[in-house]
Nanobody, 126 residues
Framework: QVQLVESGGGLVQPGGSLRLSCAAS????????IGWFRQAPGKEREGVTC????????RFTDSVMGRFTGSRDNAKNTVELQMSRLQPEDTAIYYC???????????????????WGQGTQVTVSS
């Protein structure tokens, strides 16, 4: 059974940092693209970053470029999202998603993904 579980969300002050983790079970990450998405109240789900685990290709949406980085822990079968210089507009529920992906890059469009975690809340507020 494919399962994705996010963790690491919480409340942080503007300018602070958080590290999110997406733990995959029921499948190995190799050959999958893993995406991080976020959804703020009243807004559509937005692609934040993705990684193609086969090619190593990464993409970031413009608003997080230079502030967010991604990593992967093969031993734990997890994908991490390190977020720094957080701003109130980063407040959202953050989701990780997975799709078996044969192409070179990775999609940042939510409806491309087959498997989703339950999400973790990130709140940036003073």
């Amino acid at each position: 059974q494919v399962q994705l579980v996010e963790s690491g969300g919480g409340l942080v002050q503007p300018g602070g940092s958080l590290r999110l983790s997406c733990a995959a079970s029921g499948f190995a990450l190799d050959g999958y693209s893993i995406g991080w998405f976020r959804q703020a109240p009243g807004k559509e789900r937005e692609g934040v970053t993705c990684i193609n685990t086969r090619t190593g290709t990464r993409r970031f949406t413009d608003s997080v470029m230079g502030r967010f980085t991604g990593s992967r822990d093969n031993a734990k079968n997890t994908v991490e999202l390190q977020m720094s210089r957080l701003q109130p507009e980063d407040t959202a529920i953050y989701y990780c998603a997975a799709i078996k992906y044969a192409e070179f890059g990775c999609p940042l469009v939510a409806n491309e993904y087959d498997y989703w975690g339950q999400g973790t809340q990130v709140t940036v507020s003073s």
